[in-house]
């Protein structure tokens, strides 16, 4: 198991997160941030078809990271989905809270630009106790 610099095991050791960003660059930074600390990485998806394509291969899902416009197109569906399966998640965007709609108003938001540790450090906290995150 892939330890941290602490000695304990790395925050998304074993788990598969779901990453959905159309910018490359952030997309890739996500992943190897994730990889580092022990996540294995679904996608990154950058199209709404591409993330329904990986929502549908059967695998399992830990946690996801959703941009809530994923060029033009808002995640919302994906969104549902994820909701359905009990697979905790986060929202990146560069929107107000206002534009979510208050279907997701209990979804943690993290706005653009984000630190990327402390949004794993979040995911690691919704996959530790789902009930902290959406339903």
Known sequence: ???????RPA??????VFVVEDEYFLADDISETFRALGAEVAGPAGHLEDAFKILR????????????NIHSEMIFPIARELRARKVPFVFTTGYE????GPEFHDVPLIEKPFDLAAMARKLAALIADPRDGPR
Request: no cysteine; hydrophobic share 45%.
């Open 1 to 7: 198991m892939l330890r941290g610099s602490s000695g």
């Open 11 to 16: 925050p998304l050791a074993g788990r598969r």
């Open 57 to 68: 291969d059967g695998s399992m899902l830990d946690a996801a990271v959703l941009d809530v």
């Open 97 to 100: 809270r206002i534009n979510i």
